[in-house]
Nanobody, 122 residues
Framework: QVQLVESGGGAVQAGGSLKLSCAASESIFSRNAMGWYRQAPGKQRERELVAAINNSGYTRYADSVKGRFTISRDNAKNMVYLQMNSLTPEDTAVYYC??????????????WGQGTQVIVSS
């Protein structure tokens, strides 16, 4: 049973913007801090939490995206969003959403969705 569905990725040029969306099941989303992770291309790369938001809207960001990315959530729709501006080639990765573990949050991770690919060309 698929419980996390990411969408909105694509190919853009450096300086461009994308908005990612994540539909989560109630059991994963409800009252939990959620986050966006990314896994850059290359062998043995770990998934990095880049943005997180709790149920009250408190947000945290990795230094690499601070000032450029904005995470938001719609609690009525069980949706999480990531607005990405001023993209650089270093943002190229597969992006996933899940409960937030990192950036001060200690949620338990659920099964991963398929992710959404972001490719930024120079």
């Amino acid at each position: 049973q698929v419980q996390l569905v990411e969408s909105g990725g694509g190919a853009v040029q450096a300086g461009g913007s994308l908005k990612l969306s994540c539909a989560a099941s109630e059991s994963i989303f409800s009252r939990n801090a959620m986050g966006w992770y990314r896994q850059a291309p290359g062998k043995q790369r770990e998934r990095e939490l880049v943005a997180a938001i709790n149920n009250s809207g408190y947000t945290r960001y990795a230094d690499s995206v601070k000032g450029r990315f904005t995470i938001s959530r719609d609690n009525a729709k069980n949706m999480v969003y990531l607005q990405m501006n001023s993209l650089t080639p270093e943002d190229t990765a597969v992006y996933y959403c899940n409960r937030a573990y990192g950036l001060g949050f200690l949620m338990s991770i659920s099964a991963w969705g398929q992710g959404t690919q972001v490719i930024v060309s120079s």
